[in-house]
């Protein structure tokens, strides 16, 4: 059972956790490649790997990718961490920008 000033310490860590915003890539043994962006990587990676473990992802041609090779027939990958701290409010901005761009760079279906 977790005391107390441990649950304190745990809840002071994740408030001071800050977001990594960027762009992500799942690549398929078959050659598929999705790419999305996030304003935090590491709460996307959990959410996308979720989904498509229960089978609810809402990216239907992701799904099928995992459902026919597995989660070993997937990878992940980020591909860009962007500088939330230093491009501010400017942050959706620059994703949308970056994931285009990847997007059209790997011939990616988008997520």
Request: without cysteine.
């Amino acid at each position: 059972m977790m005391n107390k000033e441990h649950r304190k310490g745990l809840q002071a860590d994740y408030r001071r956790k800050v977001a990594r915003p960027g762009i992500y890539a799942l690549r398929a043994s078959d050659g598929g490649v999705w790419v999305g962006a996030a304003s935090d990587l590491d709460a996307i990676a959990n959410r996308v790997l979720f989904t498509l473990r229960q089978g609810t992802s809402p990216h239907r041609s992701l799904q099928a990718a995992w459902n026919a090779a597995g989660e070993g027939g997937l990878a992940w990958e980020e591909l860009e961490e962007l500088d939330g701290e230093e491009l501010g409010l400017a942050v959706p901005r620059v994703l949308k920008e970056r994931h285009l761009h990847w997007r059209e760079t790997l011939g990616a279906t988008r997520i």
